[in-house]
């Protein structure tokens, strides 16, 4: 079993930036890979990012050059950060788990967390 919990979201105006931390406990913690998703109101839920606890990286298409994914194995957190953010970007954002980088990326991930607001004011 493992827990998430999010942290870092808020409100920003368009251009801006904004870091969001994922924190994962359990046994089983360090050795799986994490990811973002997002969902704004009134559309589905849409993959963000992904990363392997070695450090392999996945990317939707629309934060390609403007969001970074980024882990720290000492600590089981993963980090979103996120540049040059426009009013689109506005979601609430998950973070996710699964053994596999294919499992999350494939928006099937075994664990959620309870999420975080990013709002982008333009």
């Known amino acids: 079993q493992v827990s998430l919990v999010e942290s870092g979201g808020g409100l920003v105006q368009a251009g801006g930036s904004l870091r969001l931390s994922c924190a994962a406990s359990g046994r089983t913690a360090s050795s799986v890979a994490m990811g973002w998703f997002r969902q704004a109101p009134g559309k589905e839920r849409e993959f963000v990012a992904a990363?392997?606890?070695?450090?392999?990286?996945n990317y939707a298409d629309s934060v390609k050059g403007r969001f970074t994914i980024s882990r720290d194995n000492a600590k089981n957190t993963v980090y979103l950060q996120m540049n040059s953010l426009k009013a689109e970007d506005t979601a609430e954002y998950h973070c996710?788990?699964?053994?596999?980088?294919?499992?999350?990326?494939?928006?099937?991930?075994?664990?959620w967390g309870q999420g975080t607001q990013v709002t982008v004011s333009s």
């Open positions: 996710a788990a699964a053994p596999y980088l294919r499992t999350v990326v494939a928006g099937t991930p075994n664990y």
């Open positions: 990363i392997t606890w070695s450090g392999n990286t």
